[in-house]
Nanobody, 116 residues
Framework: QVQLVESGGGLVQPGGSLRLSCVAS????????MSWYRQAPGKERESVAA???????NYADSVKGRFTISRDNAKSAVYLQMNSLKPEDTAVYYC??????????WGQGTQVTVSS
């Protein structure tokens, strides 16, 4: 059974930082492209950042230079370091693992709220 468990969300002031973690089990982690998505109230889910099995990252334009995605295959974990947070970063953040077009898994989400 595949599980993705996110943690690290919370309330932070504008300009602050948070580090999200996602630990995977039940899959061959090192083979997957790992991604972070987010969904704000009333908006569609959007891709924030992704990192391939080879460790190549890419980012949405809205977070470039502020967010950093990384992975630790030994721990089956992917991280999202979020700096210089803005109120518009407020959303539920989801971890995604994609091993193939038929093997696509999601975590339960963690709330990030940026507010003074």
């Amino acid at each position: 059974q595949v599980q993705l468990v996110e943690s690290g969300g919370g309330l932070v002031q504008p300009g602050g930082s948070l580090r999200l973690s996602c630990v995977a089990s039940g899959l061959t982690f090192r083979r997957g492209t790992m991604s972070w998505y987010r969904q704000a109230p009333g908006k569609e889910r959007e891709s924030v950042a992704a990192i391939t099995s080879a460790g190549s990252p890419n980012y949405a334009d809205s977070v470039k230079g502020r967010f950093t995605i990384s992975r630790d295959n030994a721990k089956s974990a992917v991280y999202l370091q979020m700096n210089s947070l803005k109120p518009e970063d407020t959303a539920v953040y989801y971890c995604n693992a994609q091993l193939s077009s038929l093997a696509d898994f999601w975590g339960q989400g963690t709330q990030v709220t940026v507010s003074s």
